[in-house]
């Protein structure tokens, strides 16, 4: 499986219900951030989370980090139909004397008005 | 003000053509990236630039050629194109490598090989 996997692959909901995504990695990180991205555009970077940190808030955004068990989650609270758009977790695959870039596959989300 | 720009948006063209895409970023940053998205929406890097310095080339075939002159700019080429390039590729760049900090990404170019 890739590095950075998220889950669910998909997920739809209703406005104002909340909506949480996880994603799991397989080495060792520096940090993990999660990214947004709407159709047709570029990602959009949302928060960034360190390895030595367990929780972190940004607005209606919270992202958790439990490094024992490799993985992430996000959640967005307060659901709206603008945050519909697809949402990737990355992280740093250290390759000889390299950090790689790594994405998941994103977890799609739709909020309903 | 544009903070990553491509162009073009969109490129269409037949197989066995040789095009490029062109990137330059106003951030001041150090790196520079380029990504392929395929259909699946899985974005894998395929190459990374430190101060005009090749730093990752994640085993992308030898038809892909980046370039960059300064380090605002990193431009991808692509020889002898065929239908499996189809695909949108994103360039990115952050201000220190590794990435420790965000990436800001442009807005895409979407290449369809006919």
């Known amino acids: 499986s890739q590095q950075g996997e998220e889950d669910p692959q998909a997920l739809s909901i209703q406005e104002g219900e909340n909506a949480t995504m996880n994603c799991s990695y397989k080495?060792?990180?520096?940090?993990l951030q999660w990214y947004r991205q709407n159709s047709g555009r570029g990602l959009v970077h949302l928060i960034l989370i360190r390895s030595n940190e367990r929780e972190k808030h940004s607005g209606r955004l919270r992202v958790t980090l439990d490094t024992s068990k490799k993985s992430s989650s996000l959640l967005i609270t307060a659901s709206r139909a603008a945050d519909t758009a697809s949402y990737f977790c990355?992280?740093?695959?250290?390759?000889?004397?390299?950090?790689?870039?790594?994405f998941g596959r994103g977890t799609s989300l739709i909020v309903h008005p | 003000d544009t903070a990553v720009s491509q162009t073009p948006k969109y490129l269409v063209t037949q197989m066995g053509n040789d095009k490029s895409i062109k990137c330059e970023q106003n951030?001041?940053?150090?790196?520079m990236y380029w990504y392929k998205q395929d259909s699946k929406k899985f974005l894998k890097i395929m190459f990374s630039?430190?101060?005009?310095?090749?730093?990752i080339n994640e085993t992308v075939p030898n038809r892909f050629s980046p370039k960059s002159p300064d380090k605002a700019h990193l431009n991808l080429h692509i020889n002898s194109l065929e239908l499996g390039d189809s695909a949108v590729y994103f360039c990115a760049s952050s201000q220190v490598h590794p990435s420790y900090n965000e990436q800001f990404f442009g807005p895409g170019t979407r290449l369809t090989v006919l």
């Open positions: 990355a992280n740093l695959k250290q390759s000889g004397g390299s950090y790689i870039p790594t």
């Open positions: 080495t060792s990180i520096n940090n």
């Open positions: 630039y430190n101060n005009k310095e090749l730093i």
């Open positions: 951030l001041g940053h150090d790196t």
